[in-house]
């Protein structure tokens, strides 16, 4: 009976180590990419962390951890396995979940899978020697014992709390994770070096040298893929700006182009002036109304309309129907925008230029001319700026890695515009939402804003 209960402890111990990696697998796994964020709206001032635990299926992660812990305990007591062989089972099944659950990158869940099971195996090592040291054990407590098994229990109910703390805690816990890492490897190190001290219950010399090298090699590995993380950030900010640079560099061209159109107006005042006066003079009204609709032709469709009072964001609307209606795409637009916010134009553009791009890519390559649309819609609800963008396809979108994956050749910096939509929405706590029906895709970013005051 107490084997039976014994091996239904270590099952259950097993099953929560397994699942608590899984949650600490899916957010660093959203971490790494920020689109891959499900697209239900979360709670508000809810931490990125509990985005990201929302990622994981509840009953399938906890049934892998079940399942998992099962088949190994089974496996174990068959073949009477080492410890070592066990722990390695155990990564390689979180890394096969995180795969299959999480759709995560192999390699960086097998990484946190040995880390997670190193730290966990050296903290269970220091929880129960000090619990031997605290009760005054005359030898190493043995796997079976009352202290060993207290021990486990207690670093387990730890490990949930703390995951517990995490997914509710309203501060940004993914930024501070290789602190936290670091922090674990260095108190177990600094355990270590002080149970060395202690004469209360012999421990072998060899043992406490492989796990002072064990908490070593964790500060080490920490250290390397902080540093790896840190590089793949800073490539990927770098495409953004690269990607937003050609983007201000099309749209100044455009304006630009405008407003030479404009200068050829001005410079050419003088002949207009004298052309609308001879057919005045004649009373030809008609034909002067005429002329001077055509004069204002060339502007007049992106200048008419004011949408959001920003300038710039207001021509780019502008430019982009007009860009819709020479390509037969049906344009609407609906726009409440608040008239003092501390939204930044450059930011606003940003948005809406990739989204539109977006949408007018997509549209144009709808065979039916009358199932190209893009509808454009931008309300306020309180302190919340809510942008949305529809439009009709006839490729339908591909998802990577729960990331949309341009459809565009030649590599470049296309694939980039959903990036740089949620770089730019980051900035006022935001997010980016994807969904995609039959023949509509819709993107919705939702911003948060603050009223400026009016000028004196």
Request: proline residues 5%; neutral net charge.
């Amino acid at each position: 009976m107490t084997d039976v209960i014994f091996i239904l402890f270590h099952i259950i111990l097993s099953s929560v180590r397994i699942f608590l990696c899984l949650c600490l697998t899916a957010g660093t796994n959203a971490a790494k990419d920020p689109a891959s964020l499900p697209p239900a709206a979360p709670p508000q001032n809810s931490s990125t962390f509990c985005r990201t635990f929302r990622k994981i299926p509840f009953c399938a992660g906890l049934s892998a951890a079940l399942i998992g812990a099962l088949v190994l305990r089974a496996v174990q007591s068959l073949w009477n396995l080492p410890e070592f062989y066990r722990t390695a089972s155990e990564v390689l099944w979180i890394t096969l979940c995180a795969r299959l659950l999480l759709r995560a990158d192999t390699r960086i869940s097998l990484f946190l899978g040995i880390f997670y099971e190193t730290a966990v195996s050296l903290w269970l090592f220091l929880f129960t020697a000090w619990a031997g040291v605290l009760f005054h054990a005359p030898a190493f407590p043995a796997p079976s014992s009352g202290i060993s098994l207290s021990a486990g229990l207690s670093l387990h109910a730890l490990l949930i709390v703390f995951t517990v703390y995490f997914i509710n805690s309203k501060s940004n816990v993914l930024q501070a994770m290789p602190r936290l890492s670091c922090a674990v490897a260095v108190t177990g190190f600094l355990a270590l070096i002080t149970l060395s001290e202690q004469t209360v219950i012999p421990i072998p010399d060899d043992t406490l040298d492989m796990w002072i090298i064990l908490s070593v090699v964790l500060m080490s590995g920490i250290l390397v893929f902080h540093m790896r993380r840190q590089y793949e950030t800073e490539k990927e900010l770098a495409r953004l700006q690269a990607e937003q640079a050609e983007l201000l560099e099309r749209d100044y061209t455009a304006l630009n182009n405008a407003y030479a159109v404009n200068a050829r107006l001005f410079h050419d005042l003088h002949n207009h002036i004298g052309v609308l006066r001879r057919l005045l003079s004649h009373s030809k009204t008609e034909e002067a109304i005429q002329y001077l609709d055509a004069l204002k032709a060339p502007i007049a469709e992106i200048t008419d309309t004011v949408w959001t009072g920003d300038e710039a964001a207001d021509y780019l609307i502008g430019s982009k129907a007009a860009a819709a209606k020479a390509a037969g795409i049906s344009f609407r637009v609906q726009a409440e925008f608040p008239r003092r916010a501390d939204i930044k134009s450059v930011d606003l553009c940003a948005i809406l230029g990739n989204l539109l791009d977006n949408a007018l890519e997509a549209a144009g390559q709808v065979p039916d001319p009358n199932r190209r649309f893009i509808t454009l819609t931008i309300r306020r609800i309180h302190q919340m700026l809510v942008i949305k963008a529809e439009n009709s396809f006839s490729i339908p979108p591909v998802r990577e890695k729960d990331s949309l994956k341009t459809t565009k050749t030649g590599g470049g910096l296309h694939g980039w515009g959903l990036k740089s939509v949620q770089s730019a929405s980051e900035k006022y706590d935001g997010i980016l939402q994807t969904s995609c029906t039959r023949d509509t895709f819709t993107a919705v970013v939702t911003l948060s804003y603050q009223g400026v005051p009016a000028a004196p």
